[in-house]
């Protein structure tokens, strides 16, 4: 069974969830939480014996790619979205007080990089597996 690769892939899940700046509760059920449920259901399967080893992988494998591609995607529309009000918060700053606007870049970069460090392990560990 490999429920350290399991929670291995749900670390990697909690990590882009938090570097998502308000995220409702929708894209939160979509993209974190169905995928954990799925793998969970699966691993579930194996244990009371319903599903061999090898259709787990598969089924394990084909979820954890999709999820990999959802997230990675949905990330990056909420970082740069989340980029684009920043800057138009900031112009407004400047444009009614005359000041510049107090940005809150440090926080939200690093859990940023943590999940694009993560992005980067799980898609290597894809190749990875698709290449064997």
């Not at 954990?36 to 009371?48: A, S």
């Not at 290597?124 to 597996?129: E, Y």
């Amino acid at each position: 069974m490999k429920a350290v690769e399991s929670s291995r892939f749900f670390e990697f899940l909690d990590s882009v969830c938090a570097s998502l700046d308000g995220p409702d509760e929708q894209l939160v059920h979509q993209t974190f939480e169905i995928p954990k449920g799925r793998i969970v259901e699966t691993d579930d399967l194996v244990k009371c014996g319903k599903l061999d080893l090898r259709m787990a992988e598969e089924r394990r494998f084909q979820i954890q790619t999709t999820a990999w591609s959802t997230a990675y995607k949905r990330a990056r529309n909420n970082w740069i979205t989340r980029d684009k009000l920043d800057e138009v918060f900031a112009l407004y700053q400047r444009i009614v007080s005359g000041q510049e606007s107090q940005c809150r870049e440090g926080k939200e970069n690093l859990r940023r990089t943590k999940a694009l460090r993560q992005f980067e392990d799980i898609r290597r560990d894809l190749q990875i597996v698709v290449n064997v």
